[in-house]
């Protein structure tokens, strides 16, 4: 497989991700295609790190690894203390701010 | 082989990341002497005294790091790693960074006592502000595209959580949860963008991707788009701005006045490297983007913002034209441009602390003063909060001669200065629909004071206010900045040495433009 292999991977993968945040209802779900696109970047970087042959976008991979950890930790406290006061995982059951 | 890393450069930095690992562990030390009962100096300590230690431990960092910032601010560009420079301490960060400091140093002020009203007074609270204001600051720094990612994420996850910081409240989590979720898509999409960025070019630094940059490629412009489109939302620009009203209403309100302000002040900070380093090649390209950007969220915001019955949801699409206002300022892309938003960016700050205090102070055992038909007879109860936030509302609409008329002013002439050199009339009428602007959003600015001065207080509604001392004086804070920066726009805080506030924005400006 050469690199732009990778790279419509990477696309479908992110396609994939922007799509389920913008049609999925689950908040669990939402959060998960949010992962799956920043996953896709880092194929997407990977695969480019290879192509120009420089170890930036190998860097920046771990990098977003660490962050996504971090995301995942806020976004399921946060997603645990809605649970709590309201028994709901379903975004359509939070909309006490509309315009 | 040694690092040459030169820590003087990113001090007040230092002092910022200090605070918010050191806070945490103050927190649970001060804990355990309430538990023990233990004694400082012959008092045994109780909640206020170590609440009152944590906001002194904070501010002292904060106005450390505001000095040290303000002091270095003439000195040359600094880096604080010369082999692989990833932050850029010049005029712009150091601007950036004073603009950033003075809004989370009000907001930790207001805060003490409010978060005492709706009954989370937790340290915590100021780690997570220190720790994304640290974030911030990196942010209108970064030269490079991991330490702009990295520094947009350590703004971005400390803020979720504040937003959602009243636990208890419904609203609250519901306005972390959109924040987040909203918040991180925004992420991902710049990230892909970045990705793509680095695929085009091979290279992250900012200006080494303006080398590389090549118009005619489709996955520079698809990585270009991205990263403008993840910008977009987190400066909350029509048509990405659906987020800001929601969770500007459900967080605390002293939260909503830091996001409102500090997020707005580091994101088109950098934005601003990223659009003059970066993408400058592209800048032809990106003026149609911005220009139509610029013009939907002033028009959009305005629009409604005049329907509002929440003083926080109106304040929430003020600020969404407020930050179309500021586009204009991209839009021009010239020194004087950039200047004129950097400018925007400092008197915006004080102009929205100021209308969020006065709603902090009004909120009582933890029920908000939310609709604006409850602020009616606010001059009697309070009479001070009730003049601040009519100097605020009228420095937002931009009457003569407040703050605010002086921001929208800079912005106006070097639009026409730049449509003039270039003989381009979409500037023009750029700052045509700015000035139109200004006029619409009277319509619903001057309903705040009406409804204050004008009408009675109704019972048992009755707008009950008694600020703290600290409160008080942000008011105070707020209030001669606005009129001070108004009246001598030119050479404001004289007491302080020869400081010429807007030829500052202008040295600022100077660092990125061409």
């Not at chain 2, 100096?41 to 501010?59: C, D, K, P, Q």
């Not at chain 2, 420079?85 to 601007?95: C, E, G, K, S, Y």
């Amino acid at each position: 497989m050469g690199i732009w292999d990778y790279q419509v991977v990477a696309a479908i993968l992110f396609m994939i991700g922007v799509l389920g945040v913008l049609t999925r209802r689950n908040i669990i779900v939402m959060f998960m295609c949010i992962e799956l696109m920043l996953n896709a970047a880092n194929l997407s970087l990977i695969s480019f790190s290879r192509l120009w042959g420089n170890l930036d976008g190998q860097i920046f991979v771990f990098m977003v690894i660490v962050v996504a950890a971090v995301e995942v930790a806020v976004g399921l406290a946060i997603m645990i203390s809605l649970v709590r006061n309201r028994d709901t995982v379903n975004i359509e059951d939070t909309s006490l701010l509309k315009w | 082989m040694m690092p040459n890393l030169d820590l003087s450069a990113i001090s007040p930095m230092i002092f910022v990341a200090v605070g918010a690992i050191l806070l945490p562990l103050l927190e649970v030390l001060l804990a355990r002497m309430i538990e023990r009962r233990r004694s400082w100096l012959g008092r045994t300590v109780n909640r206020e005294m170590a609440s009152t230690a944590i906001v002194i431990f904070t501010v002292l960092l904060l106005v450390l790091a505001l000095l040290r910032t303000v002091g270095t601010f003439d000195l040359p560009v600094a880096h604080f790693n010369l082999d692989h420079p990833m932050i850029a301490v010049d005029q712009l960060t150091r601007f950036l960074n004073a603009v950033l400091l003075i809004s989370a140093i009000l907001t930790v002020l207001v805060s003490s006592r409010y978060l005492a009203d709706i009954g989370m007074d937790h340290g915590e609270f100021y780690a997570l502000l220190l720790a994304s204001l640290l974030g911030m600051m990196l942010l209108g720094a970064a030269t490079d595209l991991i330490m702009l990612f990295l520094a947009l994420e350590l703004m971005s996850i400390p803020i979720y959580a504040l937003a959602g910081f009243q636990r208890s409240s419904l609203k609250s989590n519901e306005s972390a949860l959109k924040y987040f979720i909203i918040g991180s898509f925004a992420s991902a999409l710049l990230l892909y963008g970045c990705a793509l960025l680095y695929g085009a070019t091979g290279t992250v630094e900012l200006a080494e991707i303006a080398r590389g940059f090549d118009p005619e490629n489709p996955l520079t412009l698809l990585g270009a788009a991205l990263v403008l489109v993840g910008f977009a939302f987190k400066i909350a620009s029509v048509p990405f701005h659906q987020w800001a009203p929601d969770v500007y209403e459900g967080a605390p309100t002293t939260v909503t006045g830091f996001m409102a302000t500090a997020v707005k002040v580091a994101a088109f900070g950098a934005l601003i490297r990223v659009v003059a380093v970066g993408l400058q090649p592209g800048a032809e390209i990106m003026y149609g983007v911005f220009w139509w950007l610029a013009v939907l969220s002033m028009t959009v915001g305005n629009v409604m913002a005049i329907i509002q019955q929440n003083t926080k949801r109106m304040l929430a699409y003020s600020s969404v034209a407020h930050g179309g206002y500021m586009l204009v300022g991209i839009c021009v892309g010239t020194q004087s441009g950039y200047a004129g938003l950097l400018f925007y960016l400092l008197v915006y700050t004080f102009m929205t602390i100021g209308a969020f205090t006065v709603l902090a102070i009004l909120t009582r055992d933890g029920r908000e003063v939310s609709r604006i038909d409850d602020l009616a007879g606010l001059h009697e109860t309070h009479p001070f909060a009730a003049i601040v936030m009519t100097l605020c509302m009228f420095s937002l609409a931009g009457i003569p001669p407040l703050a605010g008329f002086w921001g929208k002013w800079y912005l106006l002439t070097g639009a026409v200065e730049r449509a003039t050199a270039i003989g381009d009339t979409s500037l023009i009428v750029l700052a045509v629909v700015l000035v139109m602007n200004s006029a619409i959003s009277l319509a619903y600015y001057l309903r705040l004071p009406v409804v204050m001065y004008m009408r009675e207080a109704r019972g048992a509604d009755r707008p009950d206010a008694t600020a703290g001392a600290l409160q008080t004086t942000v008011l105070w804070v707020c209030a001669l900045a606005i009129v001070l920066i108004g009246v001598v726009p030119g050479d404001f805080l004289i007491l302080f040495g020869d400081y010429d506030l807007i030829a500052s924005a202008r040295v600022a400006a100077s660092a990125v433009s061409p």
